[in-house]
Structure formats: C-alpha cells, structure tokens
C-alpha cells in the first residue's frame, strides 16, 4: 500500500511513573515520550517514541529522536522518500514513525494492526520486569503482588551488589516460580565466575549482562554458564541476531519494537530467530498505552513464545492516554483486541493536558 502522508505531527507527553523504575544505568521518575502522529486522507495513524529521558540505555534519548523526527525523518516523508534510508542508528526515533505508518495502514484499511503484520495469537503471555527495590523483603512482597496478578514470569533488575544475594533470597522464598534477571549491561567477562553461581537458581535466562554492543564476549560467557543468555541491547538488525545466533552468544533474543527500529526490523529479527529455533519475546520501554498496544501487536507473531514484558496500564500510569487501559487476565494474559488499528482509542483530551511540546510537519 503506498501512503501518501498529507502530515506529521509530534506530541511530547510527560507522564509520571505511580512508582520510580530503577535499573543498572539509573532510575526513572516520569517519563518524557514522544507520539508520532502520521496523518493521511483525515485518518491518523499512532506511533511511540521508546528513546529514555537521557542516552543511557542506547544513544537515543527523548530530545535527539525529536531532531531525527523534526529536521529528517518528518521532511523526508512529506518529500515522498523513505524516512530513515539515510539515517545511521536513531532506530527509536524512525522506529516510532515507522509504527504510526503501519497503524495508519492498519486503520485505512479497516483491520487490526496485529493480522496486519501478519500476526495469529488472540491472546498473549504477560510476564512483568521489577525494578532495583530498596530491600529484598520489599522485592520479594512486590514479586508476590504481581503474581497475585496473574503475571506468568517474573524479571528482576540486578546489578554489582544487587545480584547473587538477591536472587538467593528470591529463590528460597519462591522456588517455583518462571524467574529471570536483567543486567542492563551492567558486566563484564570478568565477572564470568560471579555470574555462573547465578546457574544454582535455575533461571530461565539471564539478559544483556555484558556491554551494550557486544556479541562476542556474550558468546564467552555463555559457554560458560547452563544459565541461556538472553541478549537485548546488543541485537538491532536482522543481521545482529544472525551473526548472535552463529556465534551461540543467545539461546533467546528479547525483541523491542523502538530499538530495533520498528515492525519490519522486528520481524525480520523473529525470522531470523524461528528459523534458527531460538524463542523471542517482546520488551518494554515503559510505554504509553500507544506503545503499549504496539508491543501487543507484536507478540501475537508465531515466534513469540515466551511471556513478554508487557503488562497492565495500571503497573505504570495512574492514567494513561488510552482508553480502555491495557488490562490483563486473572490467567496473566491479554487478550488482544479487534478493532482496526491497535485497538484501543486515545483519550485526546488527557494526550492535550499532558502534552509540553507539539509540532506539525507539513
Ligand atoms: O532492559 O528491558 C529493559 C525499561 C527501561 C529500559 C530498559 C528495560 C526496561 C524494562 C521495563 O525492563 C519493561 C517494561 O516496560 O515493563
Ligand atoms: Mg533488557
């Protein structure tokens, strides 16, 4: 379908967390997010911009995708030339725009967004990530909350001095349940003895330990761990999860809508990983409702086996700029809507009282 876009316009939104998120590279208190809005024949199709408020888990942050999407990517759409053929990274930024493009696609021709991408679930599997808490008594009753909730696996942030201890404790007092941790980053292979006692706690996978962009050393250290490592970060193309998948450096690949630059990167990574047999799942960047139910979309493609990190509105937002809110089942699902587009309606009124900065492209 060719798409001639009459528009683009940028809403920045500031959004405060109910509860601060911490991670190894910092803490978040209220998110600054950029929605893309591509206009075309008077439909409106929506995208989100998944860059943090500082270039600390990739490059990106909330001000440069706005650069990216005010001075090339919009001018190179209303020109009638591909957004981001000349960009080199700024995937969040393009990524964003690219996933209005697909729901506008969607909604012009009266279908949902997720058989739009060539989707098949009609309901997904939710698992949730926990932030760095201050003790491990408080993470512990936070991790029984979310499984009160029906939540299906359980993602903890670790880091140097939040990591061994803790997963200990967490596995004595909950020895059953589908547990994993998240290091951002935040290792190195030096660090390989340390992280193999993590394998006495029967993981489902340890994600991104070492650098942001590596593959090789993830290759090192999973040779030496029964623990499969799980690479987010580091896997932006097709051609990354390949060359991962080649070198055994991940047995499972977290897919991000925004990093890896929208649903086509998305599903050519998919691809890439069900031919070669390796589950992917779909991460989180603490989204809106919009890129929330993107992230919905996602997950309904075959290869998504395994419980993702996307959860109910209410986890993050007192109220979110959808409506309804993302909702999940007492069995830890979502079950995935009809309607055309993504499927839920924006509640522009609050997307107007929450929005510092607007812009049109023309
Ligand atoms: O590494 O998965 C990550 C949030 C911000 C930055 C990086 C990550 C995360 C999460 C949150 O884990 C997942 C969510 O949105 O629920
Ligand atoms: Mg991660």
């Not at 499969?228 to 991000?256: W, Y």
Request: hydrophobic share 45%; charged share 20%.
């Amino acid at each position: 379908m060719a798409l001639r876009i009459d528009q683009i316009r940028l809403h920045q939104i500031a959004m405060p967390l109910v509860r601060p998120f911490e991670t190894s590279f910092g803490r978040t208190v209220e998110r600054q997010i950029i929605l893309v809005e591509a206009v075309a024949g008077g439909v409106s199709g929506w995208g989100e911009v998944t860059a943090g408020e500082h270039p600390f888990y990739n490059e990106e942050w909330t001000e440069s995708a706005w650069l990216i999407l005010k001075h090339y990517a919009g001018p190179a759409v209303l020109a009638g030339a591909a957004p981001c053929s000349h960009i080199r990274g700024h995937q969040m930024a393009c990524g964003g725009l690219e996933a209005a493009f697909w729901d506008l696609e969607a909604r012009l021709l009266g279908r949902p967004l997720w058989q739009h991408i060539g989707g098949t679930r009609t309901e997904i599997s939710c698992g949730v990530s926990i932030g760095i808490q201050e003790s491990v008594p408080a993470l512990i009753e936070t991790i029984e909350r979310e499984l009160a909730c029906g939540y299906q696996r359980i993602k903890i942030k670790i880091k140097p001095g939040w990591d061994i201890d803790v997963v200990r404790e967490v596995r004595r007092a909950l020895p059953n349940i589908r547990l994993m941790v998240d290091a951002n980053s935040a290792y190195t292979l030096a660090d390989a003895e340390r992280l193999r006692a993590l394998d006495d706690f029967y993981l489902m996978m340890i994600e991104q330990p070492l650098a942001h962009d590596d593959i090789v050393d993830h290759a090192a250290l999973q040779a030496k761990l029964s623990t499969p490592v799980c690479l987010d970060e580091s896997i932006r193309t097709a051609h990354h999860a390949e060359q991962a998948i080649r070198l055994g450096a991940a047995q499972i690949i977290n897919i991000k809508l925004g990093r890896v630059g929208g649903f086509a990167g998305a599903r050519a990574i998919h691809d890439v990983a069900q031919a070669a047999g390796i589950p992917v799942w779909c991460g989180g960047m603490l989204e809106s409702g919009v890129g929330r139910a993107h992230n919905i979309a996602l997950s309904t493609l075959a290869g998504f086996v395994l419980p993702g990190d996307v959860s109910a509105s209410r986890r993050y937002w007192a109220r979110d700029v959808i409506a309804p809110p993302v909702e999940v089942t007492p069995r830890g699902t979502i079950m995935v809507s009809g309607e055309p587009g993504f499927g839920y309606a924006l509640d522009l009124d609050f997307l107007r009282a929450i929005t510092v900065r607007e812009e049109t492209l023309r």
